[in-house]
């Protein structure tokens, strides 16, 4: 299947600084990103939705000046967690979609630990 | 608006026996994808199976296969001689075919699958 890279894997940051987390897709044109968080034991909660080259698309409740998002390419989508806090510790998943079959990809998650 | 139903938030099986997760679904929508996507202790979602809403034929990945029952809106997965590496979170999801859609999918709560050995 088609990879989706994401990286980094884990970041630990102090609260008030802003944490970049990068998504690409390998083998393929991403023409849109997803951008999803994950607590414990629950499932995946879409923050925003990206398509290349125009503003992303944000699902009630998501802050867009916290959570900025940027997909200038095909090939790469951004997270940028602003100002971060403490309850903003999560994990975070990326995922690509491959137009040919229809289908989404998975980055390996980040998780996103704030002191 | 569509939603996915996973009723068994835990399910345990014997290593090389067969289990079936299930999942429900509720659309209007006559064309539409499900798919079951698999979360082992990784975290890295990973895709089992896909199945096309307008085939009527189950879809199949050698150890996995699907029970596709589309008046009743039932999506479920039988997993195979099951092995020790199939633990995970199994999540069932449902994605629309219309474009305004912005091919979101809509996740179920998960099944946490338990391998015995």
């Known amino acids: 299947g088609a990879v989706v890279s994401q990286h980094p894997s884990w970041v630990i940051c102090k609260s008030g600084t802003s944490v970049k987390i990068e998504c690409r897709s390998l083998d393929f044109q991403a023409t849109t990103m997803f951008w999803y968080r994950q607590f414990p034991k629950q499932s995946l909660m879409l923050m925003a939705t990206s398509n290349e080259g125009s503003k992303a698309t944000y699902e009630q409740g998501v802050e867009k000046d916290k959570f900025l998002i940027n997909h200038a390419s095909l090939t790469l989508s951004t997270l940028t967690v602003t100002s971060a806090h403490p309850e903003d510790s999560s994990f975070y998943i990326c995922?690509?979609?491959?137009?040919?079959?229809?289908?989404?990809?998975f980055g390996a998650g980040t998780r996103l630990s704030v002191l | 608006a569509q939603t996915v139903t996973q009723s068994q938030p835990e399910m345990s099986v014997q290593e090389a026996e067969t289990v079936t997760l299930s999942c429900t679904y509720d659309?209007?929508?006559?064309?539409?994808?499900l798919f079951w996507y698999k979360q082992p202790p990784s975290r890295q979602m990973i895709l089992v199976i896909r199945q096309e809403a307008y085939k009527q034929q189950n879809a199949t990945e050698n150890r996995f296969s699907v029970n596709f029952q589309k008046a009743a809106k039932s999506f479920s997965l039988k997993i195979s001689d099951s092995q020790l590496g199939d633990a995970a979170m199994y999540f069932c999801?449902?994605?629309?075919?219309?474009?305004?859609?912005?091919?979101?999918?809509?996740w179920g709560a998960g099944t946490k699958l338990i391998i015995k050995p």
């Open positions: 999801a449902y994605r629309s075919s219309f474009m305004d859609s912005n091919y979101q999918l809509i």
């Open positions: 995922s690509a979609r491959e137009v040919a079959r229809s289908i989404q990809y």
């Open positions: 659309t209007s929508e006559s064309d539409y994808y």
